[in-house]
């Protein structure tokens, strides 16, 4: 005889007869048991898509200073998630099963695992955590091509100047609208997903969630924090090899460089992650809801934190060399100035010799005039 063990799949085990009970059991046990995760692997095609995410996220986030949720920050969302879906399956399934890790951090009320569980999900993928900075970056660099591209079209060197001037301003700028349109988009997702999971309409959901990330509405403070972040965060890290004066420094010895950069980057790119996560959680307590104030807090700012410091260094690793993509601006504009100076301080050129047949002879010269000399 045999002793039959069906499973919930229709599956039916045997085995001889008088085996002992914890031997089918475990047996069972690693039967239902699921298969072990398969690694994602390098992959190209997921560092390029992690690239992309990048870019349109923080492009997103720009478009959120007009409010979160407008034409073009819905478009350019749909645009995220459809990248998102051209990742390998392997590692969407990766993806998920880091998401379900972190919720499980999340609900143990530990900040601790918060961080334990950020730090495992970008050690299973560096390379996209690190291509998915730089796309964030982006934006950004329009400002380190402004001089030398003035330069180049041979404009003037006050227009070269004005191009420096504009570049210097640029990066704080964006820094300080993506800080607040990072917050904005936010709480709006924040709170339009537990609206629609409270059973509301979509039009309903929608409205609650624009008027969470208004200016005029209850988080103003949590919007105007997250764009003072970005402004500190634009004046630091890699945003500082945006203008003329960090770039000149960026010649600086490797190791002082990438310290600064990885630690300037780390910190404020931390603060502005945790703090986006605080915004959401108070904007839930404020539509009545009961969310622990710091839950997820911890592991967003890790995880941003981590990121960064990964981004700033692939950045600031490679060495500049000696005649920086500043010295194209300022040899150009020396030159042009020197070639002027040379044209206006030049002697003058000397009189033509004069020519045997433009002297007429005189013939019976008046007494006491001189006859002239032909030399």
């Known amino acids: 005889m045999t002793i039959e063990a069906q499973l919930a799949d229709g599956r039916v085990l045997e085995f001889p007869d008088g085996t002992d009970p914890s031997v089918i059991q475990s047996t069972v046990k690693r039967m239902l048991a699921p298969a072990p995760a398969k690694d994602a692997g390098f992959s190209f095609k997921d560092i390029g898509v992690a690239f992309g995410q990048g870019t349109v996220g923080s492009a997103e986030a720009l478009t959120n200073v007009a409010g979160a949720g407008n ?169 500082k090899f945006l203008t003329k004066e960090g770039r000149e420094k960026a010649a600086e010895k490797i190791i002082p460089r990438v310290t600064k950069a990885v630690t300037e980057e780390s910190v404020t790119e931390g603060a502005q992650g945790g703090q986006e996560r605080l915004a959401s959680n108070i904007a839930l307590q404020r539509t009545g809801r009961d969310v622990p104030t710091f839950q997820g807090v911890g592991g967003q700012a890790a995880q941003d934190a981590i990121i960064a410091s990964l981004t700033a260094g692939a950045v600031s690793i490679p060495q500049s060399s000696k005649a920086p993509v500043e010295d194209l601006t300022k040899r150009a504009s020396t030159t042009a100035g020197q070639e002027a100076l ?30 002239p000399v032909v030399s």
Do not use: H
Request: charged share 20%; glycine share 10%; net charge negative.
């Open 71 to 239: 034409v073009a920050s819905k478009y350019l969302g749909d645009v995220s998630k459809s990248l998102g879906e051209q990742y390998t399956p392997e590692r969407q399934a990766e993806m998920q099963r880091q998401q379900q890790r972190m919720k499980k951090a999340e609900e143990s009320g530990s900040t601790f695992e918060e961080i334990k569980a950020a730090a495992q999900n970008i050690y299973e993928a560096p390379l996209q955590s690190i291509a998915q900075g730089i796309g964030s970056f982006v934006p950004y660099i329009p400002a380190i091509f402004a001089g030398p591209a003035a330069a180049a079209l041979g404009l003037s060197s006050r227009a070269v100047a004005a191009a420096n001037v504009v570049a210097k301003a640029y990066a704080p700028v964006v820094g300080t609208a993506q800080g607040a349109g990072a917050v904005k988009g936010a709480i709006y997702s924040t709170v339009y997903k537990a609206e629609k999971e409270s059973g509301l309409s979509e039009s309903e959901a929608r409205q609650k969630a624009t008027a969470a990330q208004d200016y005029t509405g209850k988080n103003l403070d949590q919007i105007a924090l997250g764009a003072g972040l970005g402004y500190v965060a634009s004046k630091g890290g890699i945003e």
């Open 342 to 371: 040379d044209i206006v301080n030049a002697p003058p050129p000397p009189p033509p010799p004069e020519r045997e047949q433009d002297v007429k002879p005189v013939i019976n010269p008046p007494v006491g005039d001189s006859v």
